[in-house]
């Protein structure tokens, strides 16, 4: 997967792709990543990328000269390549269009705009897709793309330590992930689930399931609207609590 970010700051991408498991993903050739200077492609020698916007108003536009011609070399380095627009306008990104974006095959060139924005032909002509990653407003796109490119690689073949482990996070089933524990076993007199110490891993599944449904329940009760109950949910989920009532009760 080739990640292209387009951009007016590349001091703030590049190290991206030097840390942790983006760069242990770019080592096994997983992905590409790069950024481009938007500023490279400036039609004068003053460099300049933006202007007054018509019609007046505050702020200022990005050309679409330089960022035309940035688009289309990147799309000449990574052919068809799908291309993203980072907007507050753009459709929410959440999990399944993580996996949606994980499935292109060529790639993903970010286009990531600053000051008021870019120039409206620019999306007509050349955006494939806008994205936005919440209802709020940021100073640049760089930091929305990274976002996207750090949980679309974590989705990718090998990338992740274990082969399951993509599968089981928040979001994937519409439930979220089950609590976790390590050593030691007591911590400030909060001791770890005796079942996850016994060994036995059909209870230790049961409970792992228990424990997502409880935390999807206390915490996003809206993802039960995403997908019903199956009725093993619902059994874990009645007895969840028939305890609560005990312990209430007693």
Known sequence: MKFTVLTLFPELVD???GHGIIARAVEKK?????SVNIRDFSCDRHNT???RPYGGGCGMVMKPEPLSAAIRAAKAEAPGSRVVHMSPQGRPFDQKLALELAEEGNGLIFICGR????DERICHSLVDDEISIGDYVMTGGE?????IIDAVTRLLPGVLGGETSAEIDSFQNDRLEYAHYTRPPEFETMAVPDVLLSGDHQKIERWRQASSLKRTFLKRPDLFKQRS???E???????WCQELETLINE
């Not at 997983?30 to 790069?34: F, K, L, P, V």
């Not at 000051?115 to 870019?118: A, K, P, R, S, W």
């Not at 930091?143 to 976002?147: E, I, K, N, S």
């Open 229 to 231: 109950l199956d009725p």
């Open 30 to 34: 997983a992905i590409a990543g790069r």
């Open 49 to 51: 990328v933006d202007d």
């Open 115 to 118: 000051y008021e924005g870019i």
């Open 15 to 17: 190290p991206f792709f």
């Open 143 to 147: 930091l929305a793309a990274m976002v």
């Open 233 to 239: 949910e619902r059994k874990l989920l009645k007895t």
